[in-house]
């Protein structure tokens, strides 16, 4: 290639860059495109900040919401005791309003045995094998629990080995409810003088220390009378089938 022809091509190179700086007719279309460009990318920059941002807020925001919703239930269950407490302590003056209760929050792991819903396996913290605790949902009694090989296992209401006691109906005849493997529970060892009837509620006596006073248990379907007692079939307020979190009673008083 000769001098003249790179003479040439340098002063086009050099008269079309000049166009381009000093002419608006070829500059427009540069700029509009660099600023189509530019526009798409704070768009997307914007988009993605206020997408990453609203997404994480609103995680947040549920969090903050499941962890005041905890505390309220803890707190519903804690006003139960404080409300039966105050109720006795308004028919005998001579009662001692004294409540420490500790609950807790704790999570499903699995069902202990494929086809059995009555029986779940807990993840609970600070666990002692040693006791056996009450199992509630909300202000509902669901359960028991029990040491399996050391590990929480939840025997819900309607297994046969969930047993607590419970009174009924506004006269509290007192009784021991249990479940039956089936649909319904039975409350047994009611004292035959104490009139109950059905559509009686029933609920926690609180004299196991397994539960506080006054959660609720379900209500009575039929009774009958037997050898100086009565036993009641009843119907359970809690029946999911779907368990994924329940409140632990780790302390009554």
């Known amino acids: 290639m000769n001098k003249g022809l790179l003479s040439f091509l340098f002063i086009l190179i050099v008269l079309f860059l000049s166009a381009i700086y000093y002419s608006n007719t070829i500059q427009a279309p540069f700029i509009s495109s660099l600023n189509y460009i530019k526009s798409s990318y704070h768009n997307a920059v914007e988009y993605t900040a206020d997408t990453f941002y609203t997404h994480f807020a609103q995680a947040t925001h549920i969090k903050e919401l499941e962890e005041k919703l905890q505390q309220y239930e803890n707190n519903h269950l804690v006003m139960q005791q ?11 003056n001579t009662s001692v309003l004294n409540t420490n209760p500790s609950v807790e929050l704790v999570r499903t792991i699995s069902y202990q045995k494929f086809g059995d819903l009555n029986r779940i396996w807990l993840e609970i913290n600070d666990y002692n094998a040693s006791k056996i605790y009450g199992l509630a949902y909300k202000e509902l009694v669901a359960g028991i629990v029990i040491s399996e090989k050391e590990k929480p296992l939840g025997i819900l209401n309607r297994d046969v080995m ?48 397994l539960f ?29 089938n779907n368990p994924n979190y329940f409140h632990i009673i780790k302390e009554v008083k």
């Open 82 to 92: 404080l409300a039966s407490e105050l109720n006795d302590l308004f028919h005998e």
């Open 212 to 240: 506080f006073k006054g959660l609720k248990v379900g209500r009575v379907l039929s009774f009958t009378k037997s050898q100086g007692y009565q036993s009641a079939v009843i119907e359970p307020y809690y029946r999911a």
């Open 162 to 209: 969930s047993t607590y006691a419970v009174t009924i109906g506004p006269s509290e005849a007192p009784g021991i409810a249990q479940g039956t493997n089936k649909d319904n529970l039975i409350v047994k060892f009611i004292p035959s003088w104490i009139d109950i009837k059905a559509g009686d509620e029933v609920k926690t006596s609180g004299l196991d220390k």
